[in-house]
């Protein structure tokens, strides 16, 4: 039986991700157990069923960066209640996730 994708948004996971694309020291068995949540909870919201999201990232043209940050922003809005994008493209989260996997594995 596999294992299935995670069900709850991995914040940790994405903040460690940030952190890491943002130049700073990360653990790396943290990062890549990190980055893996991360890419089976964008599977989850979008094969497995969610709503594809991809296009709203490019045409704000946002930075991996900036992708990560709005993802916490939208799971955790600051006090004013900004949210910085109305829908996640989860695709594009993952994509980073995996970006970052390959650069420690190859």
Not at 28 to 39: E, K, R, Y
Request: charged residues 15%.
């Amino acid at each position: 039986m596999l294992t299935p994708y995670p069900q709850v948004f991995p914040q940790e996971a994405v903040m460690m991700l940030l952190d890491k694309v943002r130049g700073r020291e990360v653990p790396l068995t943290d990062m890549i157990h990190g980055a893996w949540n991360v890419v089976g909870y964008s599977c989850q919201q979008t094969l497995g069923g969610g709503q594809i999201v991809g296009q709203e990232a490019f045409a704000q043209n946002l930075s991996d960066e900036d992708l990560l940050q709005a993802v916490l922003d939208q799971n955790n809005p600051n006090p004013e209640g900004v949210v910085s994008l109305t829908m996640i493209p989860w695709l594009l989260v993952g994509r980073i996730a995996l970006k970052l996997l390959i650069s420690v594995l190859v």
